[in-house]
Structures are given as C-alpha cells and as structure tokens.
C-alpha cells in the first residue's frame, strides 16, 4: 500500500507542477489517448485532462489534493469546451473526441486558438475533428457529469446548466432498445460498447450522485458509494444493502423520508451534516428525498420509512 502511495503522490506532484502550472513549459499541455490512430502531439483530446478534473472533484475536499482546485477544474472544464465543443444545440454542448484522427483536420465547426498546444501549426478552420457532427455520447456525457460535480461543490449555477443540458442531450444517443450509438440516432448505427455501454453509464451515474436532483422521480436508487456495493434489495418503502468496506458514505434519491437508519443492526442518528456517524436528509419538490449516509462499524445497511 506504501508504494501505491508514493507513486500516486509523485504522480500527483508531477501534474500540479507541469500540466496545472501556468509557469510551467508544460502548462496545459495533455497527452492523446487513443490507440486507434497514429501519434500526433498535435492531435488534441481531452481525456486525461478531464480524468484530473474528476480526481480533483471526487474528493471531499478538493482542496487538499489542490489548494487552486477551484480555477483548475473550471479551466479544464472551459478547455474541453473551447477545443472540441460542438454546438451549442438549444443550448446544450456536445464535446466531440479530439481534433484529427487522420492526420488532417476533417469534420465540425470551429477550434479556440487558445487551447491548442503552444507553438500549434493548427489553424482555426471549419469542418475538423472525430467522429460526428453531433458530438460523441461519451464525452458529451463526461463533460457533463464534470460540470455537475463541479456545481456540487461550488454552487456555479453555469456548471449546472451545462450539466443538465448536455445530459440531456447525452440521452438521444440512445434508442428505446437500450442500444446506445457513439455519435448519435441516425449516423450510421455506429455503437461503440465502450463509449456507450463503459464510458457514458459511468458518466451518469458520477452525475446522479453528485445531483441527486436529476435521478427519477419518485423512484428509489442507490446512486453514488465510497466503497464497493456488493449488494442492494429494494422493498416497499425500504433500501437493504451491503459494501465492501465497513466504513464508508452513501448518496440515495428515494420516494420516502427514512424513520430508521441501521448499520449493523445498530441505529444511526439524523444529522445536519456528516462529520460523525449518521445521516442526513434533504427534502427535494414532488415529495422525494436526498438521503446520505455515513457509517463506520459495519457494512451491512438498512433504511426504512415510517
């Protein structure tokens, strides 16, 4: 576990002080990442940079992994736009997946200059990128779910219309059958199993827990967990459920407010935060309720409504 650690903190250090330093030669310079074309250094995308914006956000505390936490993650968040943005369509940003997959610039509508590599002989012209017009589901849906975690912890009410436009927009990739396309219905039945089945599930389910609000309503879902869930049951007004790890917190949408709280067996109280042991609730319009738990002594889990 040590050597995880270090390699993880050296790792970290090396982004801090390359990539998200503004007086570094390295400033916002981030590597390609797919394997599917030949290497261009020149040839952006935003994954890895907006990977880091998700590790900054996923902790409780950005600012301990970030002390500029705050203009870092909307940076990235405003270069994944500027760069591969499509649209805006009613509103709504579809992000496309990078600028030339085939040497050349080849498809949509136009590239902020400010973003390109320093030094880019890249020009700002029209019809450039991968792989469609639309945008692509699989970054569309992560720069969105971005944009929500973002807004959880800052309130930026631009964040959170971002979110629930491109979501949205994300959905009309998918058709009544459950098949998901890469780039959107009716662009030649391309369905991609990563970028649809991997990439743009992961991506909601990092936007329903950190905006409960979006989730169904009037339904119960479990939809964000610290640990590993290895089991949930739903019943009539009731959530039964196991994770790996005895201590750890959890985020639910339900139709009911919780009477009862079990962890273990033993009851947890209701708090106005979760600094200790507990758990709070959060009255949302229609009805619905915003539960989180936090529990330290067991890993087996129970909540009911009166």
Same mark, same amino acid.
């Not at 890895?48 to 301990?64: F, G, K, Q, R």
């Not at 949205?168 to 039945?189: F, H, L, P």
């Given at each position: 576990?040590?050597?995880? +650690?270090?390699?993880?903190?050296?790792?970290?250090?090396?982004?801090?002080? #390359?990539?998200?330093?503004?007086? *570094?030669?390295?400033?916002?310079?981030?590597?390609?990442?797919?394997?599917?074309?030949?290497?261009?250094?020149? #040839?952006?995308? =935003?994954?890895?940079?907006?990977?880091?914006?998700?590790?900054?956000? *996923?902790?409780?505390?950005? *600012?301990?992994?970030?002390?500029?936490?705050?203009?870092?993650?909307?940076?990235? @968040?405003?270069?994944?736009?500027?760069?591969?943005?499509?649209?805006?369509?009613?509103?709504?940003?579809? @992000?496309?997946?990078?600028?030339?997959?085939?040497?050349?610039?080849?498809?949509?509508?136009?590239?902020?200059?400010?973003?390109?590599?320093?030094?880019?002989?890249?020009?700002?012209?029209?019809?450039?990128?991968? !792989?469609? +017009?639309?945008?692509?589901?699989?970054?569309?849906?992560?720069?969105?779910?971005?944009?929500?975690?973002?807004?959880?912890?800052?309130?930026?009410?631009?964040? +959170?219309? #971002?979110?629930?436009?491109? &979501?949205?927009?994300?959905?009309? *990739?998918?058709?009544?059958?459950?098949? @998901?396309? !890469?780039?959107?219905?009716?662009?030649?039945?391309?369905?991609?199993?990563?970028?649809?089945?991997?990439?743009?599930?992961?991506?909601? $389910?990092?936007?329903?827990?950190? $905006?409960?609000?979006?989730?169904?309503?009037?339904?119960?879902?479990?939809?964000?967990?610290?640990?590993?869930?290895?089991?949930? %049951?739903?019943?009539?007004?009731?959530?039964?459920? +196991?994770?790996?790890?005895?201590?750890?917190?959890?985020?639910?949408?339900?139709?009911?407010?919780? /009477?009862?709280?079990?962890?273990?067996?033993?009851?947890?109280? %209701?708090?106005?935060? &979760?600094?200790?042991?507990?758990?709070?609730?959060?009255?949302?319009?229609?009805? =619905?309720? /915003?539960?989180?738990?936090?529990?330290?002594?067991?890993?087996?889990?129970?909540?009911?409504?009166?």
């Amino acid at each position: 576990m040590d050597g995880f +650690r270090k390699a993880r903190d050296l790792a970290w250090s090396w982004i801090l002080n #390359n990539p998200l330093n503004t007086s *570094s030669p390295a400033w916002d310079r981030w590597t390609g990442y797919y394997e599917d074309v030949p290497k261009d250094t020149e #040839n952006v995308n =935003d994954m890895t940079s907006m990977m880091t914006a998700y590790y900054i956000l *996923s902790h409780e505390d950005p *600012s301990a992994v970030d002390p500029h936490w705050r203009l870092h993650a909307g940076h990235l @968040i405003d270069r994944s736009r500027a760069l591969l943005g499509r649209g805006p369509f009613f509103g709504a940003w579809a @992000i496309d997946e990078q600028l030339r997959p085939d040497g050349g610039i080849t498809g949509a509508s136009s590239v902020d200059t400010e973003y390109l590599p320093h030094g880019s002989a890249l020009l700002a012209v029209d019809n450039r990128g991968c !792989c469609s +017009r639309a945008g692509l589901v699989c970054r569309t849906s992560q720069w969105g779910a971005i944009n929500a975690m973002f807004y959880e912890k800052t309130g930026d009410g631009a964040a +959170r219309e #971002n979110a629930f436009r491109s &979501l949205n927009y994300a959905t009309y *990739s998918a058709g009544s059958d459950g098949k @998901i396309a !890469c780039c959107g219905q009716g662009t030649g039945g391309e369905y991609w199993f990563e970028d649809g089945y991997a990439d743009a599930g992961r991506s909601f $389910m990092w936007a329903l827990g950190a $905006m409960p609000e979006f989730a169904p309503i009037g339904q119960d879902h479990l939809l964000r967990s610290s640990s590993v869930v290895q089991k949930v %049951q739903y019943g009539n007004r009731s959530v039964e459920y +196991r994770t790996f790890a005895k201590s750890g917190t959890e985020v639910f949408r339900l139709s009911f407010k919780p /009477v009862h709280v079990m962890a273990g067996g033993a009851a947890l109280t %209701q708090r106005s935060d &979760l600094k200790e042991e507990g758990y709070t609730v959060q009255p949302l319009q229609g009805g =619905d309720y /915003v539960v989180r738990v936090h529990h330290t002594r067991s890993n087996e889990l129970t909540v009911r409504g009166g």
